[in-house]
C-alpha cells in the first residue's frame, strides 16, 4: 500500500469565497454593508481605525510580489522631477518670460545634463549578472517619476532590463515614467511605506539633485547609517556644486552637530562610470574584510 498524498489544503480559497459572495440572494440583511466580507468592504478598509492595517497591507503586497520576481537587491536613484532632460532644457529656457524665470530655467539646464548621468548610471548597475539562485541584484529603483526617476529607468530598459518605480498619490498628477516595468511598478499612500521599501532592498543609493522630497529621503538614510540602524552602503552624490549651494555640510560638523566623520558617509560624484567605479569598491573591500575575519 502506498502512503496517502493528502490535499493542499481543505479551506477554499479566498478568491472562491469572493466570488460566493457575488451571487448571494437580496435581503435586507445581506445588501447592508455589514454583511460585507470585511476584505471586500472599502468603506470599511478605510476608516481611521483600519489605519495599522492599511500599512500592513502597503508594506506586504510589493514585498511579497518583488521576492516573487527574484529581485534580491536594488539601486535607488532619487532626484528632483523637475529637472528637465538636456533635450528640454532649452524650450524651458526659451518659455523664460521674466528675469526670475530665466535664472531658474538656466539653473535648470545646468542641472540637466545629471540626467544622461543617471541613465548611464543605471545602465552599468543593470548589467549585474543573477546570482547562482537566480536573484537579480542592483536592480534599478526609482521614484518612479519624470527627470532622474525617469533617466533611471530608461538606462535599465535600455539594457532590456526590468527596473522598479515606487510611485505615490499625491495632489497634482503623478503618473509612473513609461520606462517603469509595468509588473514592477507600484503605488504607494504613505510616504513612510514607501521610504521603507525604497531601503529594504538598497545595497548602493544615487542622490541627484533635488528638493524637499529628496532631502528627506537622502537625510533619513544618513541618520539610519550614522545611528547604526542601516549598515554603511555607497550613497553617491551627484551635483557638488549644487548641494555645496544648497547644504553646508562643512558648517554642520563646525557647529558640533555631526562629527567630520559622518560626512564619510557620501560619496561625491560626477560621471557615471566613477559612481558605479566607487560601488564596486566598496562591495570588494567588504568582501576582501569578511575573508580576513
Not at 437580496?26 to 466580507?37: C, F, G, H, M, V
Not at 470585511?38 to 481605525?49: H, I, K, S, T, V
Not at 524651458?92 to 526670475?100: F, G, K, P, V, Y
Not at 555631526?258 to 560621471?271: F, G, K, N, P, V
Request: charged share 25%; with cysteine.
Amino acid at each position: 500500500m502506498t502512503d496517502p498524498v493528502p490535499p493542499k489544503r481543505i479551506f477554499p480559497d479566498a478568491k472562491v469565497d469572493a466570488e460566493a459572495a457575488q451571487h448571494i440572494p437580496s435581503s435586507p440583511q445581506t445588501e447592508d454593508p455589514a454583511y460585507r466580507l470585511a476584505f471586500q468592504d472599502n468603506e470599511f478598509l478605510l476608516r481611521p481605525d483600519l489605519r495599522p492595517v492599511r500599512f500592513q497591507l502597503e508594506l506586504l503586497k510589493p514585498e511579497l510580489l518583488l521576492d516573487e520576481q527574484k529581485i534580491g537587491s536594488t539601486f535607488v536613484f532619487y532626484g528632483s522631477a523637475r529637472v528637465p532632460e538636456p533635450a528640454k532644457a532649452d524650450a524651458l529656457l526659451a518659455a523664460a518670460r521674466t528675469d526670475q524665470q530665466r535664472v531658474i530655467a538656466e539653473r535648470l539646464k545646468a542641472k540637466s545634463h545629471y540626467y544622461e548621468v543617471a541613465r548611464q548610471l543605471a545602465r552599468l548597475s543593470s548589467r549585474t549578472d543573477p546570482d547562482e539562485d537566480g536573484n537579480r541584484h542592483f536592480v534599478v529603483c526609482s521614484g518612479g517619476g519624470p527627470s532622474f526617476m525617469e533617466a533611471a529607468n530608461r538606462g535599465a530598459a535600455d539594457e532590456g532590463a526590468e527596473s522598479i518605480g515606487l510611485n505615490i498619490v499625491l495632489p497634482h498628477e503623478q503618473l509612473p515614467n513609461p520606462y517603469v516595468t509595468p509588473s514592477l511598478s507600484f503605488q504607494f499612500h504613505y510616504f513612510a511605506l514607501r521610504k521603507m521599501h525604497f531601503l529594504l532592498r538598497a545595497r548602493a543609493v544615487a542622490v541627484f539633485p533635488g528638493g524637499f522630497g529628496t532631502f528627506d529621503e537622502m537625510f533619513e538614510l544618513l541618520t539610519l547609517i550614522q545611528t547604526g540602524k542601516v549598515r554603511p552602503l555607497p550613497i553617491l552624490l551627484y551635483g557638488r556644486d549644487f548641494w555645496n549651494r544648497v547644504v553646508d555640510f562643512d558648517a554642520l560638523v563646525e557647529e558640533g552637530v555631526i562629527s567630520e566623520r559622518d560626512l564619510d558617509l557620501i560619496t561625491w560624484c560626477e560621471t557615471a562610470e566613477e559612481g558605479w567605479g566607487a560601488v564596486c569598491d566598496h562591495y570588494a573591500a567588504e568582501e576582501q574584510k569578511a575573508a580576513a575575519e
